[in-house]
């Protein structure tokens, strides 16, 4: 049996020992947020946070995150309690198809974590692992940017 | 028969558009579909200001099969005109229906009725609402042939940038994709794909699979069915390594792509694209260039999925698929069956930006679901799949003579694009272009792609006729007819290369005249909109002024998407390192009428950034068999550290029909990129991508 914290509640599963983490988000867990975009750690579309920090639900076995807090795009906030960053995505419209949205939101989630006010060059860096195909980087930035201002 | 709007034209009746239902709501049924392009929120403005209610009381619903209108495929940027349009006449129709039956009901005319948020107001007080009078057989109709929609200066929820009625989801991770279709029973199933182009699976060995597992075998498509993802993942792997597959070297060398399509070309179907011949005086001299750019892929980020499911001898199938009723005609013509057995529905995908896997894999699934009658299956293609067995946008070689008088001015151009066709999109031949069909026991034949008619645009010569006021001018193609990697249409199609051709040969001949680029062209330009578009990216960028910084470099972009739609220019400024990043862009366009201002913008900037990306990094990489480029690592896009700022203008002209504003902006932006590389380093880019390898051949 497989144990952890997702989005503030404890869940317990019984999953095979290598199945990723993001098959046990998406299958009998039930979300949608996280996505599956390259199984590879190569684009993001997967990104959760684990104890808070950015990582890939592709290749990451659910078994390693045993006891530990797991936050996905649905934990961060709902439509009427947004989460800032949430807010400020809207507020920008920031986004075309929005596939890339889920991952990128969570790692702007922990940067702000760590950095409630970054510049533009850091916000870039902690969104490079993560791919948009519709050109909506600079809506993007000027939205965390934004969030980061109004949870000032 | 009267003609009418867009696609009202072939789909006359009102209530395939629209419904009113009396607890006060609108549905509006455009054919057109959602690829993140923010259609469904324009269209639903367009239906909100005709009918005069507010915009929270219109949805937009999923095209499916039988009862949208048969839009053909939403592509070209097209959607706003001929779906916008139709649904402009269509709204404005119904709502001079509703106050013609309330007017005579009441006893009042027309014209001293208004409509507020869909309640009708008399001289005396409210009369009614669309919501009391809800009566769908009132829009059982075919439109009128006059309608009369809402003046530019009335207008009130159309010209406005409402925010986009489906980024909400998108925000907090709903199940909005077709990739999060969970039905109940439902299978997830994958395929195992050949390890080279054309091969034939001539064993398979038994042996146990995980998750008890199905296969399904037909000829060469091959696919496995499990209960969980894990599952189905596990057992795909341990499928392949039980395959033996009959193989051979089908495709050219990489490294002389340019000489195998030149060498292609003399085998291939070579025509007229246009052709001029006014007095010029003599030429004092002529350039002749060449240019060439690899094969693309469409990289979307998300995998291409469908979920399908038979009953009996029907069968139903989820797609993000651009034109529902041309891939319910393919699929029929695969299963041999009447296109009224399917059903296809369409769910928002990733960004497709043309013709990807989506089509693809909805044959796959619906292949894979036969095997289990009742149950839903969902079939996800891998990245590798993706990147590697999608169709792609074709390698393309463009040749340019062009004549200058003795005061450097542009008097004659002769070209010839060679490329193969840019459309192998589904329903448009006898036989099915979905990549199955050729795969199954009883295979159906690849045919080469074909072009659109230059009357719809062109496809590799899309773009190749120059604005520019040239007095004697010959334009040919040649179409290859043999294709070694399926090819069909990808953002712009041909306009990616055509348009760097003429603005790399325009900044050329400008500074052989010893002219600014930009005067040079604004030279050769009647067209005030063009002009303008020009003018507006110069000033933003600060053109006449810009200080010349050593390794850095501006160029100019300018086109007319297909000669007859969206005018956009762009300035690309580019710094010269190890190899060339694009650190700004400045961005003027001019759609038309602009439905929601911001979203253009979003497209505009969309399509420059694609454009960046295309022209720095992006590159199909192959060997004989197969594609090798099938991850990130092998086929790179611009990333957030290299992505340019970029400013925009957009000039807006409510009065004026529109034109779309998808694809207008990304090859002005890889010929701006290519300017500025040539004003950074002296050196003019002949190959994309501008790669220091490339560049180095420059």
């Known amino acids: 049996m497989l144990s952890f914290t997702l989005n503030g509640a404890a869940v317990t599963l019984d999953l095979p020992e290598d199945v990723a983490l993001l098959h046990a988000l998406r299958g009998p867990l039930g979300l949608s947020g996280p996505r599956f975009g390259c199984g590879n750690e190569q684009c993001g579309a997967c990104m959760v946070l684990v104890e808070g920090e950015p990582r890939c639900a592709c290749t990451l076995a659910a078994a390693a995150v045993a006891g530990k807090a797991v936050v996905t795009v649905e934990g961060l906030g709902t439509p009427e309690a947004p989460h800032p960053l949430q807010a400020a995505f809207l507020a920008e419209q920031a986004g075309q198809c929005g596939y890339c949205l889920s991952g990128i939101l969570v790692s702007a989630a922990a940067l702000l974590a760590r950095d409630p006010a970054p510049g533009e060059a850091t916000i870039r860096a902690a969104l490079d692992p993560h791919l948009c195909r519709c050109g909506s980087h600079n809506r993007i930035l000027r939205a965390v940017a934004r969030a980061a201002r109004e949870m000032a | ?698």
């Not at chain 2, 649904?87 to 027309?110: D, E, K, S, T, Y």
């Not at chain 2, 009128?144 to 009335?154: L, Q, Y």
């Open chain 2, 1 to 698: 028969m009267h003609r009418l709007p867009g696609n009202l034209q072939t789909n006359r009746r009102l209530s395939q558009w629209l419904a009113i239902h009396p607890e006060g709501r609108v549905t509006i049924t455009p054919g057109k579909v959602e690829l993140g392009q923010g259609i469904l929120t324009t269209l639903s403005q367009i239906a909100a200001e005709e009918l005069e209610v507010d915009l929270a009381r219109i949805e937009a619903r999923p095209a499916a099969t039988p009862d949208s209108p048969d839009e053909g495929v939403t592509s070209g940027s097209l959607s706003t005109q001929d779906s916008g349009g139709a649904l402009r006449h269509a709204c404005a129709a119904a709502r001079a229906i509703f106050l013609g039956v309330v007017a005579q009901r009441v006893g009042v005319p027309v014209e001293a009725i208004s409509v507020e948020d869909g309640i009708f107001h008399g001289p005396a007080g409210p009369i009614g609402s669309y919501w009391s009078l809800a009566d769908q057989a009132l829009l059982e109709c075919e439109a009128p042939a006059e309608a009369r929609p809402r003046a530019p200066g009335e207008r009130r929820i159309v010209g406005r940038s409402i925010p986009r009625i489906d980024l909400p989801d998108k925000v907090f991770g709903a199940a909005r994709y077709v990739h999060d279709l969970r039905l109940p029973g439902m299978l997830h199933a994958r395929v195992v794909r050949p390890p080279a182009r054309g091969a034939r699976l001539v064993a398979l060995r038994d042996g146990p699979l995980p998750g008890e597992a199905r296969v399904v075998r037909d000829g060469s498509f091959l696919a496995v069915l499990a209960a969980t993802e894990w599952e189905v993942e596990a057992a795909a792997a341990r499928l392949a390594a039980r395959t033996e597959w009959e193989a051979s070297d089908t495709l050219p060398e990489q490294a002389l792509l340019a000489d195998w399509l030149r060498e292609a070309a003399t085998r291939g179907e070579r025509s007229s694209v246009a052709s001029r011949a006014e007095p010029a005086p003599p030429a004092a001299q002529t350039l002749r260039r060449s240019f060439h750019r690899p094969y693309l892929a469409h990289a979307s980020i998300a995998p291409s999925c469908a979920v399908a499911r038979w009953e009996g001898e029907r069968v139903e199938v989820f797609t993000h698929s651009q034109g529902p009723y041309n891939l319910r005609a393919d699929l029929a013509k695969t299963l041999r069956c009447d296109p009224t057995l399917i059903t296809v529905r369409h769910r928002e995908g990733a960004g497709c930006y043309g013709h990807n896997g989506a089509d693809d894999v909805a044959l796959d699934a619906v292949l894979a679901a036969r095997a289990v009658p009742g149950t839903p299956v969902r079939l996800l293609w891998s990245r590798a799949e993706e990147l590697g067995w999608s169709p792609f946008s074709p390698a393309m070689l463009v040749d340019v003579e062009a004549d200058l008088d003795a005061a450097g001015t542009l008097i004659g151009w002769r070209s010839h694009i060679v490329s193969n066709g840019h459309s192998s999109r589904p329903g448009r031949d006898a036989v099915p272009t979905l990549l199955a069909a050729s795969m199954l026991a009883t295979p159906f034949p690849v045919k080469p792609s074909i072009n659109p008619a230059m009357a719809a645009g062109g496809g590799a010569p899309r773009n190749a006729v120059p604005l520019y006021r040239i007095p004697a001018m010959s334009v040919e193609t040649t179409r290859l007819l043999e294709m070694p990697l399926r090819t069909s249409a990808l953002r712009g199609l041909g306009a990616t290369l055509n348009v760097w051709s003429i603005e790399s040969v325009m900044d050329e001949a400008a500074a052989l005249a010893g002219a600014d680029p930009l005067d040079y062209r604004l030279r050769h330009l009647e067209d005030p909109r063009a002009v303008a578009v020009l003018r507006r990216a110069a000033d933003l960028a600060g053109w006449a002024g810009r200080a010349r910084r050593e390794g850095w470099g501006r160029g100019i972009g300018f086109a007319r998407y297909k000669n007859t739609g969206a005018w956009a220019a762009v300035i690309a400024e580019v710094e010269a390192l190890d190899r060339v990043l694009c650190r700004r862009l400045w961005i003027a366009g001019d759609v038309g009428e602009a439905v929601n201002p911001d979203g253009v913008l979003n497209q505009l900037e969309g399509g420059a950034i694609h454009g960046a990306s295309v022209a720095l990094l992006e590159k199909v990489r192959f060997d004989r068999r197969t594609v090798a480029s099938d991850h990130w690592e092998g086929y790179p896009i611009l990333r957030f550290s290299e992505v340019p700022k970029v400013e925009l203008a957009l000039i807006d002209r409510p009065e004026e029909a529109f034109l779309g504003a998808g694809e207008a902006s990304m090859a002005p932006a890889i010929a701006a990129i290519a300017g500025g590389i040539t004003e950074a380093l002296g050196i003019r880019p002949r190959q994309l991508p501008f790669t220091p390898e490339n560049l180095a051949r420059a």
